[in-house]
């Protein structure tokens, strides 16, 4: 049974810092590019970043660049989303997956 | 920046087709994927590669593709299939910027 699970959301402050990450059984993790997915609650998906397998190509949206930074330990097969600089409208359910699967999702509020 | 547009709403009566347009210049070089989501839930892919359907997913579900346009059909929906659905692709420019569609909600009532 494949299944990512993510986590290190919570509450945090505007300007600061969340690393969230995501675990990863089931399929081969060093062989898959891995996303970052998030939504807002009531609204649309948005794609916020991808890596490749081996963690050498990594490419953002717009609104990430410079701001988040994502990796990956082949070891630990997980998954990470280094978030700094945050603001309010970077609240939101973020999602970790693979094309095919998708994990349940952590949810990141980010208030005064 | 790079758009992928969707109907917002698509209503139909159970056991009827529903189709879902997907529109956006990268699809005439890039691959449609489609994704269900409901309330609450992470999504899940029905339709790969413009018209492949993983394993587990129906039959009724089913994708094309042509120029610009990709299309998911629901034929003969179900109570069950009442969700959101989201295209996604990737820029075609080739900096594999993931996109997704604004989302259509499908009513089967």
């Known amino acids: 049974e494949v299944r990512l699970v993510e986590s290190g959301g919570g509450l945090v402050h505007p300007g600061g810092s969340l690393r969230l990450s995501c675990a990863v059984s089931?399929?081969?993790?060093?062989?898959?590019?891995m996303h970052w997915v998030r939504q807002v609650p009531g609204k649309g998906l948005v794609w916020v970043s991808r890596?490749?397998?081996?963690?050498?190509?990594?490419t953002y949206a717009d609104f990430a660049k410079g701001r988040f930074t994502v990796s990956r330990d082949n070891v630990k097969n997980t998954l990470y989303l280094q978030m700094n600089s945050l603001r309010a409208d970077d609240s939101a359910v973020y999602y970790c997956?693979?094309?095919?699967?998708w994990g349940q999702g952590a949810l990141v509020t980010v208030s005064s | 920046s790079y758009e992928l547009t969707q109907p917002p709403s698509v209503s139909v009566s159970p056991g009827q087709t529903a189709t879902i347009t997907c529109s956006g210049y990268?699809?005439?070089?890039?691959?449609a994927y489609w994704y269900q989501q409901k309330s609450g839930q992470a999504p899940v892919l029905v339709i790969y590669?413009?018209?492949r359907r993983p394993s587990g997913i129906p039959e009724r579900f089913s994708g094309s593709s042509s120029g610009t346009v990709a299309t998911l059909t629901i034929t003969g929906a179900q109570l069950e299939d009442e969700a959101d659905y989201y295209c996604?692709?990737?820029?075609?420019?080739?900096?594999?910027?993931?996109?997704f569609g604004g989302g259509t909600k499908l009513t089967v009532l």
């Open positions: 997956g693979r094309v095919e699967y």
């Open positions: 089931g399929l081969t993790f060093s062989n898959s590019w």
């Open positions: 890596i490749s397998n081996d963690g050498s190509t990594t």
């Open positions: 990268s699809l005439s070089k890039k691959y």
């Open positions: 590669e413009d018209n």
């Open positions: 996604y692709s990737t820029d075609g420019d080739g900096n594999h910027i993931g996109i």
